[in-house]
């Protein structure tokens, strides 16, 4: 990247950590400065803005010094809105989901493996973040997400990253594109709303896992 490049990134902070943004930003600005990257190229922490439902919004710059009020919560329940008979997942980011410690090729996915490690993923943090699972009956979800119907386009693309702690380059793979999922989602649409921030399948906290719903 040249000198005087601007990028952005983005973090989604869950639970306990929202209280934390403060020095959250200040570990930022100072790692920064210290200097990240193969190269220790340094840089300039210029402002944060909040991604929400509503759209974007700023919230800090560091001349300001404060952060500004801003909703930390994701409304995830669907009450009043009509279920959708067909949703398209668009993944921007690798998906990788494993079985024996494999990632599985996209010949190998159906609706099924996707809906329960969503679900899965989110009760996980709920019961940490919140004191107890969203759901109970995993056996009645399980029941539903047999029913569902997929239609997949979605290729290999290889991910790879340097491990300072391993010393190593670590490729992590896994499938792209948009996969469509027809069927009676009702029970599925609070999930899967949320999954659009909380991200799903293996080295999501790296950012893997990413989509939007369509």
């Known amino acids: 990247m040249d000198t005087g490049a601007v990028f952005s990134f983005h973090v989604v902070l869950v639970g306990r950590a929202l209280a934390e943004l403060p020095l959250i ?4 600005r100072r790692a920064l400065a210290h200097g990240v990257g193969a190269g220790d190229g340094k840089a300039e922490l210029e402002r944060i803005v909040h991604c929400g439902e509503s759209g974007e919004t700023e919230i800090h ?20 809105l009509d279920a959708p008979s067909s949703l398209t997942l668009r993944f921007h980011t690798p998906l990788r989901l494993q079985q024996n410690g494999r990632a599985l090729p996209a010949e190998k996915l159906d609706a099924r493996v996707l809906l329960m490690a969503l679900v899965r993923r989110i009760n996980l943090l709920a019961e940490f973040h919140a004191g107890g699972p969203l759901l109970s009956d995993f056996s009645g979800l399980l029941a539903a997400s047999q029913t569902i119907h997929d239609c997949k386009d979605l290729q290999w693309r290889d991910w790879v990253r340097y491990s300072s702690r391993q010393q190593q380059k670590m490729t992590l793979g896994g499938v792209i594109g948009v996969w469509t999922m027809t069927g009676p989602l009702s029970p599925f649409l609070p999930y899967l709303r949320l999954g659009q921030w909380l991200h ?6 790296f950012g893997l896992g990413q989509y939007t719903l369509e």
């Open 200 to 205: 799903i399948g293996k080295e999501a906290s």
């Open 25 to 28: 930003t200040l570990a930022w």
């Open 61 to 80: 710059r560091p001349d300001a010094g404060t952060i500004a009020p801003h909703q930390q919560t994701v409304d995830f329940q669907t009450n009043g």
